[in-house]
């Protein structure tokens, strides 16, 4: 019975003790280059084309998140919504110019 006892109290006091939560460390922004130069950024569905490839880099770099995971589905459409901003500007240069240079880079946008 003593012993039954000593295993009550142990358990009652590892039970008792706060769990320290850990946050996860931040992932490091991915980055997916899109390359145009075979592109006529002059012409509609060369600038079509060159917006699908930045929207699949989107999706590449932002990954996805479980159905379940609501959290994480809102992470991932925030993060598509900043990094397409941003790889948006790039690109609206890129056609200003209609140059067939440097490939646009598409970063996620870390938190």
């Known amino acids: ?5 000593i295993l009550a109290a142990l358990a009652a006091t590892t039970l008792g003790q ?3 939560a850990q946050t996860a460390p931040a992932a490091a922004p991915r980055t997916a280059v899109v390359q145009h130069s075979d592109l ?3 012409s509609e569905s060369g600038t079509k ?3 699908r490839r930045i929207w699949r880099a989107v999706v590449d770099v932002c990954g996805t998140a ?5 959290a994480g589905k809102n992470e ?3 993060c598509r ?3 397409r901003a941003v790889a948006a500007i790039e690109a609206n240069a890129v056609v200003a110019s209609a140059t067939r240079g440097e490939p646009i ?3 996620s946008i870390a938190k």
């Open 105 to 107: 880079r598409v970063t």
């Open 66 to 70: 479980s159905d379940f995971d609501l």
């Open 40 to 42: 006529d950024l002059r």
């Open 18 to 20: 706060p769990a320290f």
């Open 76 to 78: 991932v459409r925030e």
């Open 49 to 51: 084309t060159l917006d």
């Open 1 to 5: 019975m003593s012993k039954l006892l």
């Open 81 to 83: 919504r900043d990094t």
